[in-house]
């Protein structure tokens, strides 16, 4: 659990104690606020579950989507291990990338098959 404010470092993977349904998320800002005394955690949320979009009353603490952001002290904060959580980067279908051994076996197929050329001919009408 994140009871040392030092423990939490923007970037580190998270959830908050007793709300699992608003999933995980990561660190976008740790330190004192405008808007209420003590150390406050703002992460950001992989899901749009939070309520704001790293700005509280005029302050922007971090930048993400609507909804995303979300404000807790640090005690509220469960760190994540890097297995437990994959980052949603990985997470995110994303088009398949070729290899270069995929791409040269590829090519040697392409190169090894042969190729067929279908004509058809067509009769001219006499005049």
Request: net charge negative; aromatic share 4%; proline share 9%.
């Amino acid at each position: 659990m994140g009871d040392n404010p030092m423990d939490l470092q923007v970037g580190m993977r998270a959830m908050v104690q007793g709300k699992q349904n608003l999933g995980p998320g990561t660190i976008r800002f740790t330190g004192i606020t405008k808007f209420q005394t003590g150390h406050w955690v703002g992460i950001e949320l992989d899901t749009p579950n939070g309520k704001n979009d790293g700005e509280v009353q005029g302050t922007r603490y971090f930048n993400c989507p609507p909804n995303s952001g979300l404000f807790v002290r640090s005690e509220q904060v469960v760190l994540l291990d890097k297995n437990d959580d994959p980052p949603p980067e990985a997470s995110t279908p994303s088009e398949p990338k070729e290899t270069k051994e995929v791409k040269e076996v590829k090519e040697k197929d392409a190169a090894a098959s042969p190729k067929t050329t279908t004509t058809k001919t067509v009769a001219k009408p006499e005049n």
